[in-house]
């Protein structure tokens, strides 16, 4: 308990970053929560997945022992995220997506604090450590990442960034406290932690290494062979491992493919994807990487190489989250003496300022604001009429985009090609669709279908404007 304390002693009141950039690090948080904020009243959050997130939060916080009518399953058995059970408490008191806009903001913004502890240990001046922060602040995943939707593995971002913090330290009791915090935001956040055992051995701290491994595939281990058949989960046990179907399913199935079909192989993995993908992932800190800490860089292997394996594209760009995790442990590996000698390419440099800032004007997307994310802006008024006429009890069919806005309730769907017509139909009493923009995953064809099939059904539909339609049926039982 004394080395606990003593550690607690020196790292945050020796190094405690100074008030103006706990205002700052404030200040960004507010800038990109209004950021978020905005996106969703310009209709462009997703069902998949803020709206996710939002019902099973309502659900829990409510007492409602069933799973999210959008993804069939319950709040745990999607990625065995329990760090949502406390946000679930404070959905009571402040229930919305603007309460989780503000958590991840806050989440994302106050990652500068370890980091400036971090640089400061390694004996970096305040401009150096502002650079730092400023570093992290302007990664373009931050940006994009925070635009889209919500995702409770960035909660473990600034938990990550003090795990370091006492990484160099060798508080190993904190580091492994740390680590465990990590794997509750998410089950893919153990190849984080897998990373930071493989930095551990490169370092030679073999105990350390060991005993974080096995603790993250003990946790594995217990949400799939435990936890997600108790909450009734079937099919793929890890959330997205369809992405990986191209592997082989096992290391057997691997090596076939490997040596029997590896152009094919290589071809699902979008190789031009993955050469383009770490040049943008890197392009920030070519002026650092050679004078970084090579054993931190190693922690992000086996999150990099899941990106790199996998199917889908969202995994090798920017525009999404998944790289989150990565950058923030790249920045930590640059933070090292060598780079704060006096340069114009290290942290303080003129030239490294220039590179910052032109990588996100390159690679981080503040023009959809003007562009893409205006392509529903004539909507807005219509669907605030047309939520003032749906009662908190009535069981929605609505696009993908609108789902966030209505998912405070126990029945909500979009329409998709898994989902026939006439069910939906009898299971759900009101319809608010625009065929002629039919969002993610569901199609025009599919929604004039719904609404022509509810007309002749009886049910009784309005125009609201801009071709979005609005049903109810008048009869329905609620059974």
């Known amino acids: 308990m004394k080395k606990l304390l003593y550690g607690f002693k020196k790292n945050f009141i020796n190094s405690f970053p100074p008030l103006g950039m706990i205002l700052i690090s404030l200040l960004v948080s507010i800038i990109l929560w209004s950021l978020s904020c ?3 009243y310009l209709l462009q959050s997703n069902a998949f997945d803020l709206g996710i997130f939002d019902q099973f939060l309502w659900l829990e916080s409510n007492g409602f022992d069933q799973p999210s009518s959008l993804l069939g399953l319950r709040m745990l058995a ?5 760090v949502l059970i406390p946000i679930s408490m404070l959905y009571r008191l402040l229930p919305g997506p603007h309460v989780l806009f503000a958590i991840q903001a806050i989440a994302l913004a106050f990652t500068s604090i370890p980091l400036w502890i971090i640089s400061k240990k390694e004996g970096a001046n305040n401009l150096q450590s502002w650079s730092v922060c400023l570093t992290w602040w302007l990664a373009p995943v931050l940006f994009n990442g925070n635009l889209f939707d919500f995702h409770p593995e960035v909660c473990a971002l600034p938990i990550l960034g003090f795990l370091f913090v006492f990484f160099k330290d060798r508080n190993w009791i904190l580091v492994v406290i740390m680590a465990f915090l990590c794997l509750l935001t998410r089950d893919g956040m153990v190849l984080i932690t897998l990373g930071i055992a493989l930095s551990l051995l490169a370092r030679r701290d073999f105990l350390v290494s060991g005993l974080i491994a096995s603790i993250s595939l003990a946790w594995i281990a217990f949400l799939v062979l435990v936890l997600y058949p108790l909450l009734g989960k079937s099919g793929d ?14 290391l057997s199935g691997f090596l076939e493919r490997l040596f029997g079909q590896p152009v094919e192989l290589i071809q699902h993995t979008q190789p031009l994807n993955n050469v383009f993908y770490l040049l943008i992932l890197f ?18 292997v086996p999150l990099v190489l899941s990106n790199l394996l996998s199917s889908n594209f969202s995994q090798k760009t920017l525009i999404h989250h998944y790289s989150l995790p990565v950058v923030l442990i790249i920045i930590v590996s640059t933070i090292t003496w060598s780079n704060f000698k006096p340069s114009l390419t290290c942290y303080g440099g003129k030239y490294y300022f220039v590179l910052v800032g032109l990588c996100w004007c390159l690679f981080a997307k503040p023009g959809f604001f003007f562009d893409i994310y205006r392509s529903r802006v004539d909507m807005i008024r219509e669907v605030g009429l047309a939520k003032n006429m749906i009662l908190d009890g009535d069981r929605l069919i609505t696009s993908s985009y609108m789902a966030p806005h209505f998912t405070r309730r126990s029945d909500i769907i979009f329409p998709s090609s898994r989902h026939e017509v006439d069910t939906l139909l009898a299971d759900y009493n009101v319809i608010l669709l625009k065929p002629e923009d039919p969002g993610w995953g569901s199609s025009s064809d599919l929604q004039n279908k719904i609404l022509n099939n509810a007309r002749l059904d009886g049910w009784s539909c309005k125009d609201m404007g801009s071709d979005l339609h609005l049903c109810r049926n008048e009869f329905f039982d609620g059974l």
């Open 38 to 40: 905005y996106r969703h």
């Open 78 to 82: 999607d990625h065995g995220a329990f």
């Open 237 to 250: 046990a890890i959330h997205a491992a369809g992405r990986y179907s191209h592997l082989g399913g096992s």
């Open 283 to 300: 392009a920030p800190f070519v002026f650092l990487l050679l004078r970084s800490d090579k054993s931190i860089l190693l922690g992000i």
